[in-house]
C-alpha cells in the first residue's frame, strides 16, 4: 500500500473526530438521542472531507516539491541555500534593534526582517549563481593547483541531458571512457521508456537498436570514471519526448547530448546549448591539404573507371585516380582535392602512374 493510502485513513480518522465534537458542540442545546445523530453526520461528514482532501494538503504537495527541487540544478540549489544563510544571518543581527521601536513595529518589522531579507538573499544568489560557481571553481583550483591535485565543483556537478538517439548510437559510450564528458549524464525516466518501447518494437531493426541502446547505458553505468543517474524528471504538459528535453535543458540550464539533426536545430533556436556527437566526429578527423602526399593502402575498385578506395585512420574514405592498377598495396597518394559535405568529407587524390606504373590489367 501506498503512503498516500495511510495519509488517507489518518485523516478520516483526524476529521472523524473533529467533525463529531463539532456535531456535539452544535447540538448541546438537544436531547441525547437527537445530539446523537448529529454527532454521527457530523463524524462521517469529517470522515469523507479528510479520506478526500487529505492527500492534497499532504503527499501531494510534498510531491511537487520533490519534483520542482529534483528539476533544479545543484548549482540553483547550493546558491539558494547560501542566500537563504546569509539573509537569516542579516535578518537576526536587525532583529534587536527593530524590536527597540515602540508598537506596533518593534513586534511587526522583525518578523517581517526575516521574510524579506531571506528572499532577497535567495534571490540575489541564484541570479548571481553563475558568478559565486565561478569563483568558488577558481578558488577551490587554486588549492587543488597548491596541493598537487585538479578538481572542479562546475565540471563535478554539471549535468548532461542524453537524447535517446544518442544512447542508440553508442558512441557517447566511448566518448565518455576517454574522459571528454566531465559531470552526471543525466538520464530521464522517459527516455528509458522510449528506448524499452522501441526495444519492444515487432520490427527486427528497430528492436535491435533498442537493446543496443538498453546495453549502452548499462555499459555507461559500470565505467569508474563516468557519473550515469537515471532520473524521475518529467515535464508536466508535453508528450514528445524531444519537447520534454529542451524544456528540461532550459530548466535545468545544462546542455543535450544528441546527434538528432531536428533537435539540434529546434534547440539551438530556444537557446539550449547542444553537444553533437557527429559534430565532435567531424571536429576531431585529421586535417588533409590539397596536394599533400600520404601513404594510403588502395583495398578495393572506385565507382568510375579506374578509380581504387582507401580509408584513412579515421574512416575517411579516399577516392584515388588511377588507382585500381594498385589495389592491395600501400602507395604515396598526392591530395588533388578535398570537399566538405553535410554528410562528411571527400577526399580526392592520384597516384603517379611514372612512379609505379600499371601493375594489374
Known amino acids: 500500500m501506498s503512503i498516500e493510502f495511510y495519509f488517507r485513513i489518518i485523516g478520516m480518522l483526524v476529521m472523524a473526530f473533529i467533525g463529531g465534537a463539532w456535531g456535539s458542540d452544535v447540538s448541546r442545546s438537544l436531547d441525547p ?72 513595529f518593534g513586534s511587526i518589522l522583525p518578523f517581517v526582517g526575516v521574510v524579506v531579507f531571506s528572499y532577497f538573499g535567495v534571490s540575489l544568489f541564484v541570479m548571481r549563481q553563475g558568478d559565486i560557481m565561478g569563483l568558488i571553481s577558481a578558488m577551490s583550483g587554486r588549492s587543488a593547483g597548491e596541493s598537487g591535485a585538479s578538481s572542479s565543483w562546475t565540471n563535478l556537478n554539471r549535468n548532461i541531458l542524453l537524447d535517446t538517439s544518442v544512447i542508440i548510437d553508442g558512441r557517447v559510450r566511448d566518448v565518455a571512457r576517454a574522459g571528454f564528458l566531465p559531470g552526471t549524464l543525466l538520464i530521464p525516466r522517459f527516455v528509458l521508456n522510449e528506448l524499452q518501447y522501441v526495444a519492444d518494437s515487432a520490427d527486427g531493426l528497430r528492436r535491435a537498436r533498442g537493446r543496443r541502446g538498453m546495453e549502452t547505458v548499462a555499459e555507461l553505468q559500470k565505467l569508474p570514471n563516468v557519473l550515469v543517474r537515471i532520473s524521475d524528471i518529467n515535464v508536466e504538459g508535453v508528450r514528445e519526448v524531444d519537447e520534454k528535453l529542451i524544456v528540461l535543458a532550459k530548466q535545468m540550464k545544462c546542455p543535450v547530448l544528441t546527434n538528432d ?9 530556444q537557446g539550449v546549448t547542444i553537444l553533437n556527437i557527429n559534430e565532435l566526429t567531424n571536429a576531431v578527423k585529421s586535417v588533409v591539404l590539397p596536394g599533400e602526399v600520404m601513404r594510403l593502402n588502395v583495398i578495393q575498385e572506385g565507382k568510375e573507371y579506374g578509380q581504387g578506395v582507401g580509408y584513412l585512420d579515421d574512416g575517411t574514405m579516399v577516392v584515388v585516380e588511377n588507382g585500381k592498377d594498385v589495389i592491395g598495396e600501400y602507395v604515396e597518394v598526392t591530395i588533388s582535392k578535398v570537399l566538405q559535405t553535410a554528410a562528411g568529407r571527400m577526399i580526392f587524390g592520384r597516384v603517379d602512374e611514372g612512379k609505379y606504373g600499371k601493375r594489374k590489367n
Do not use: D, H, W
Open 261 to 269: 539533426y531536428n533537435l539540434n536545430r529546434v534547440a539551438e533556436l
Open 33 to 104: 438521542q437527537e445530539r446523537f445523530k448529529y454527532l454521527a453526520i457530523f463524524g462521517l461528514m469529517g470522515s469523507l472531507v479528510g479520506l478526500i482532501l487529505m492527500p492534497y494538503i499532504t503527499t501531494r504537495p510534498a510531491r511537487g516539491i520533490r519534483s520542482l527541487l529534483g528539476r533544479l540544478a545543484a548549482e540553483t540549489l547550493f546558491a539558494a541555500l547560501v542566500g537563504l544563510i546569509v539573509g537569516l544571518l542579516i535578518a537576526a543581527l536587525l532583529a534587536f534593534p527593530l524590536s527597540l521601536l515602540p508598537a506596533p
